[in-house]
């Protein structure tokens, strides 16, 4: 069985890495007068979504 390489590895993670900044984008854009459960709930959600692709999405072994 091949070895994968460390880019092999390192690029399933790209996606996760994209939606944790837009998360961080998101958060910060909330104004932070009276914060909103549902608001701070919405700029989690890309990074929800992307973990849950990465790991339901890998090919076992």
Not at 5 to 29: D, F, K, Q
């Amino acid at each position: 069985m091949p070895r994968k390489s460390g880019s092999e590895r390192a690029l399933p993670l790209l996606p996760l890495l994209a939606a944790g900044l837009i998360s961080v984008g998101a958060y910060g854009s909330i104004p932070h007068d009276g914060l909103h459960p549902l608001a701070l709930m919405a700029s989690l959600l890309p990074l929800q979504l992307a973990a849950l692709l990465y790991v339901f999405g890998r090919s076992p072994g």
